[in-house]
């Protein structure tokens, strides 16, 4: 249960704080690009079983690469592509607290 309270609360409520407090004027669309930052899961359908709860994502597949990170890092560089590194990068801080209760 905590488990789960963790993981997503870092995939809504974290992306709603930075939002609040680093985006005010535009908060809502902000929100919704960080938000999105959970398509990067589509990676799982590569994997068989799709969805394991024992499997830790980070270094398992290709988007939650050590790779892919640094890369979503540099996305939090640039002001155009901002918010998309913040939410690639908040997706993967969430998916890296998921795996520390394994």
């Not at 809504?12 to 535009?26: D, E, R, Y």
């Not at 024992?54 to 597949?61: A, D, L, Q, Y």
């Amino acid at each position: 249960m905590l488990q789960s309270i963790v993981h997503y609360g870092c995939h809504f409520l974290l992306p709603l704080g930075i939002a609040l407090l680093f985006f005010k004027s535009n908060w809502k669309y902000a929100f919704l690009v960080m938000v999105a930052g959970i398509l990067i899961d589509i990676d799982h359908l590569l994997a068989t079983p799709i969805f394991d709860p024992n499997r830790c994502s980070f270094g398992f597949h290709p988007l939650h690469s050590s790779f892919a990170i640094l890369f979503y890092v540099f996305l939090c560089i640039p002001k155009k592509s901002r918010l998309v590194g913040l939410g690639l990068v908040i997706h993967i801080i969430a998916d890296v607290a998921d795996c520390s209760f394994m």
